[in-house]
């Protein structure tokens, strides 16, 4: 949703150099985690598709899986943006997330029928989830550019946000114990209860901090490294690793330490650079 807020509202220059960009750092990423790729087996079932399979949809390791569907969902909002009005581009974006979410929480009662079942075997084919850039990301991208226009109050906000959310999680816990999901990315009150969230969060006028842009992206980025190394940490002093919340909190706190630093390294090279090519 923010991506969408800000990508599609740039003109088409901008957005083609946010798509390279963001198709060089997926690619870099997808280098830097090929090694851990291959040592946790994702190329055990290979086929001469693994390959495609793994770089435009589920991403070479399993957090990487949001840089393709952004880019792909990008490409397909903008292309509805230009031959579509709004109402019937959101119709269309509804429509995917609706066949995604039989594939995903609700795929236990999509399978009952076979021919549907079939049809959802092919789409696995390709992908491993429809919690991807065709099925997921149009929905959100397009919620994102819409909710900065949308007049809606803040006190709806709230309520719907509170309403929504708790519906969601009865949702959630519903499926669960009829034991119907095959993932757990999609809920039918997930995108309404993000879309108050965001109109929420649009209320407070902060200062921008471009430097937390970057903090949080490499967050999203080195996260499993921070989760592999707490593993070998506990594995040398003998120990479990934590699980629950403390987990959560460890990989939390070595995740964002180590993007700090992580930008505090470039500022400091970038700089060099700079007073390098200033001497005379």
């Known amino acids: 949703m923010v991506t969408g807020h800000f990508v ?26 090929l090694p851990l790729s291959i040592y946790g087996g994702y190329f055990e ?3 001469p598709y693994t390959p495609l399979k793994l770089l435009l949809f589920d991403g070479v390791y399993y957090h990487l899986w ?11 909002v903008r292309f509805l ?28 009662f999509a399978a009952e029928n076979p021919a549907i079942s079939t049809a959802y075997d092919i789409i696995f084919s390709v992908s491993s989830y429809t919690r991807n850039g065709i099925f997921m990301a149009p929905l959100f991208l397009l919620l994102g550019n819409s909710a900065p226009k949308a007049s809606v109050s803040e006190q709806l906000s709230l309520y719907g ?18 034991q119907v999901q095959r993932h757990d990315s999609m809920y039918l ?27 949080c992206g490499t967050v999203y980025v080195i996260h499993p490294a921070a989760i592999i190394f707490i593993r070998g940490i506990s594995k040398l002093l ?43």
Do not use: W
Not at 161 to 178: R, V, Y
Not at 189 to 203: A, E, H, N, Q, V
């Open 189 to 215: 009150f997930l995108p309404i209860c993000t879309f108050f969230l965001y109109r929420l969060l649009l209320i407070p006028k902060i200062k921008p901090f471009p430097c937390l842009r970057k903090i």
């Open 66 to 76: 949001y840089f393709p569907a952004v880019i792909m969902g990008i490409l397909i």
């Open 45 to 47: 079932d290979f086929s």
């Open 81 to 108: 943006q230009k031959h579509f009005s709004h109402k019937s581009a959101l119709a269309i974006c509804v429509f995917l997330y609706f066949i995604g979410l039989l594939g995903d929480s609700y795929y236990g």
């Open 161 to 178: 946000f509170g309403a929504s959310f708790l519906l969601m999680t009865g949702e959630g816990m519903a499926l669960h114990l009829l």
């Open 238 to 280: 003998g120990k479990a690793p934590p699980d629950g919340l403390l987990n959560f909190a460890a990989v939390t706190v070595i995740s964002f330490f180590a993007a700090i630093l992580l930008y505090i390294l470039r500022r400091k090279i970038f700089e060099k650079r700079q007073n390098k090519s200033s001497v005379p």
């Open 8 to 33: 599609l509202f740039f003109p088409p220059d901008k957005v083609k150099k946010y798509l390279k960009s963001s198709l060089k750092a997926y690619l870099a990423v997808t280098l830097l985690y």
